[in-house]
């Protein structure tokens, strides 16, 4: 087993480290958020093991149980434990018997994630639960509260990065170093499991006294005992944050929806699109954080969304997507950039080709030629069908075509269009039920208009193609 000041030196020096052990999916983006903060507020990189160890104590204010998953010392903190200040956790509740019940998963119904399964637990195992908990937890009812770095308590802490590399080390190293270029002159409590917090709203601690990096923990939680899991209520969050903020923290990550009101980006079910993550790279309605800004990019490298999209009393995914981006193409984004204007007129042919294009074609299948109403959950399919193809085309296809002129660019675009509008259309001509004696008649008027709008919507006049 590694230490943690091993890791932060195998992970600032090298990239031995390929994965962690016990270290789960949906975990993951906390882990890294947690070594990236902690990492980012130290001045500069330590020489070796016990400089880390020296300067994660300094961090902690000398108190080497602050890192610790147990300290018997209740006065003091233990790892993403706050000090007890009664002295005593007499009346603690102890139901928390297995790390994936402390986890932020909901596993009620006992599907894809199975409840309380983890009956071995190995100490690694609690510690990742614990990380999760305390850095992406939302609000689950009264003396439950969430984390500063969300907007709202049913929402999510969404991470979005331009990195060079998919391994441990090469992100932690590229993180790092933006996090202390951006952030290393700011001052404000760091690690906010060092004060004492008895649960009280008065304790709330303010969230302009935080360094824009603080590690932040929401729930009472203290082990003891060995790996005895004990927690209780609160009266008021950990940080004190105006509502009106809506989540807006300097998250290094988290990207900015700017509209009507600014608030933190919340991932929804459908996770990474292509649409979200051109929105993001753009600038288009986003304001973008420090580890997703376009010029912070100089070679190769990737855009790399994850988060686990949540709600009400339930988990609606995790999700994760690498775009793969060649050197120098990711300056290229941004407001006025050259394809800034580009992408967006991408986007919005696509959707045209599948609102206006494929659904109006479809219900004259599905209406065998008649026309008229028809239940959207008949076709939407196939429209999904058509996103997927534009979501896996529409990167390569953008830096395919980044050297050539908007009108030979969106012509190859349209093409690629018409191509998948045609496959699907196929698809759908071939599957869907149409009646026996008016079949012909079907498929006539579909294909009429299909072939009517393809050449509306993806051959206009000035950009006519060769199929």
Not at 36 to 46: K, N, S
Not at 267 to 290: N, T
Not at 326 to 343: D, E, N, T, V
Request: aromatic residues 10%.
């Amino acid at each position: 087993m590694m230490s943690l000041t091993d890791i932060f030196f195998a992970l600032s020096k090298t990239d031995d480290i390929l994965s962690f052990e016990y270290l789960q999916s949906h975990q993951k983006q906390a882990w890294f958020c947690l070594l990236a903060q902690i990492a980012g507020m130290l001045p500069q990189e330590p020489d070796d093991v016990e400089a880390w160890r020296r300067d994660l104590i300094e961090l902690s204010n000398g108190i080497v149980g602050a890192w610790a998953l147990t300290n018997a010392d209740l006065s003091e903190p233990a790892f993403l434990q706050s000090p007890v200040p009664e002295g005593t956790v007499d009346g603690w509740r102890d139901d928390i018997r297995y790390p994936d019940v402390l986890d932020i998963l909901i596993t009620s119904k006992n599907h894809d994630q199975k409840m309380a399964r983890m009956a071995r637990p190995n100490p690694e195992h609690w510690i990742y639960a614990l990380v999760n908990l305390q850095t992406q937890e939302g609000f689950l009812g009264r003396g439950n509260y969430g984390i500063a770095r969300m907007n709202g308590g049913f929402a999510n802490r969404t991470m979005v990065e331009l990195t060079p590399s998919k391994s441990w080390g090469g992100r932690f190293r590229f993180a790092v170093q933006i996090l202390r270029s951006r952030f290393g002159d700011e001052v404000g409590q760091r690690l906010l499991w060092l004060p004492p917090w008895s649960g009280e709203k008065s304790e709330s601690i303010a969230i302009q006294d935080c360094h824009a990096l603080f590690v932040e923990i929401c729930r009472r939680i203290r082990f003891v005992d060995g790996l005895s899991c004990l927690r209780t209520n609160t009266n008021g969050p950990r940080i004190d944050i105006p509502k009106e903020l809506n989540g807006v923290t300097e998250d290094p990550w988290s990207p900015i929806v700017q509209g009507k009101s600014t608030k933190a980006l919340t991932l929804s079910a459908d996770g990474f699109s292509y649409k979200l993550m051109r929105e993001v790279l753009s600038g288009d309605d986003y304001r973008h954080s420090v580890s997703n800004e376009p010029a912070i990019l100089k070679r190769a490298g990737y855009l790399h969304g994850v988060g686990l999209a949540r709600g009400q009393g339930k988990t609606d995914g995790f999700h994760e997507r690498y775009i793969p981006i060649p050197a120098g193409k990711s300056s290229l984004f941004g407001i006025g950039a050259p394809l800034h204007k580009r992408s967006k007129t991408w986007a919005s042919l696509a959707s045209q080709a599948k609102v206006e294009v494929l659904y109006p074609s479809l219900r004259q299948l599905l209406t065998n030629g008649e026309g008229g109403k028809v239940e959207s959950d008949r076709y939407v399919k196939w429209g999904h069908v058509f996103e997927n193809k534009v979501d896996d085309a529409f990167f390569p296809a953008l830096w395919d075509t980044a050297e050539l002129d908007e009108k030979q660019a969106n012509a190859t675009w349209r093409n690629t269009l018409k191509q998948f509008a045609n496959e699907v259309f196929d698809d759908a001509e071939r599957s869907l039920p149409t009646s026996t004696a008016r079949g012909w008649k079907a498929r006539s008027a579909a294909q009429n208009i299909f072939g009517a709008r393809i050449k509306k919507i993806l051959d206009p006049v000035g950009e006519q193609t060769n199929d």
